[in-house]
């Protein structure tokens, strides 16, 4: 196996790992626990399932700490197209990890709300389930503030991919179109909220294509080797 082979698997893998454990939070932990609008009803659910909500947090630290080595990866794979693109991505890339473990302790505070500690005792039960539905509220929007940058990224990544010749064009059409769609994404959510059931299913549908299918081509196809000569 050539060296630029070994180096687009150990990107591709540490993509996927270190995707799937925010993937796990986002999708299964904070899908099953949160019903919004009911405060009460979340709260009983955290309650009573500390240990899922637990693993959730731990599960985003952990995911957001291993994406640092993501955007190492790939600058070391990608860098001979263009080292002036590829900064840039591991510069875009690198702002969100910050960002993401700030906002963490948004999460947290949701457990100290409902603890069983005397000081909490000069709050009301719909007082306390008032404050961790803030708290929700507020780690959901420093979650998208923070995907600014997962978007950002992916534009300089995906034309790196487009001009490689290494790595199928496609996936870097796609990555450039994901990296659009995150940024309206934003701005719907922001601006123009009663489009977001529309809008969401889309740009999710191209985010998990292009991301979910560059992972896995990195991992299982890696690069064109007959190819490498031009760029390494």
């Known amino acids: ?21 925010m993937a796990f939070t986002e999708l299964y ?41 993501v955007p190492l990866a790939l600058y070391k794979l990608l860098k001979h197209i263009n080292k002036d693109y590829a900064s840039l991505m591991v510069i875009l890339a690198l702002i969100s990890v910050p960002m993401m473990a700030l906002n963490m ?31 929700l509220d507020a780690h959901g929007t420093g979650y998208l503030i923070a995907q600014i940058f997962f978007g950002l990224w992916l534009l300089p990544l995906g034309l790196l991919v487009y001009k490689s010749k290494v790595i199928p064009k496609i996936l870097g059409v796609l990555l450039v179109a994901a990296s659009v769609c995150y940024l309206i994404q934003f701005v719907t959510i922001f601006i123009f909220p009663n489009y977001g059931s529309i809008i969401n299913p889309i740009v999710n549908a191209v985010v998990g294509i ?14 064109n080797t007959r190819k490498i000569n031009q760029h390494y």
């Not at 050539?2 to 150990?10: L, P």
Request: overall charge neutral.
């Open 29 to 69: 932990v904070r899908s099953k626990l949160i019903v919004w609008g009911d405060a009460a009803a979340t709260a009983n659910n955290i309650i009573s399932s500390k240990s899922l909500y637990s693993i959730g947090f731990v599960c985003d630290v952990v995911g957001s700490t291993l994406f640092l080595l």
């Open 210 to 223: 292009a991301e979910l299918g560059f992972m896995f081509w990195l991992v299982i196809i890696g690069v």
């Open 105 to 135: 302790i948004n999460h947290a505070t949701v457990l100290e709300l409902l603890r069983d500690v005397n000081y909490l005792n000069a709050f009301k039960p719909d007082q306390l389930h008032a404050l961790m539905m803030i708290s």
């Open 1 to 21: 196996m050539s060296i630029e082979k070994k180096n687009a698997r150990i990107a591709g893998l540490l993509y996927i790992i270190s995707a799937f454990p």
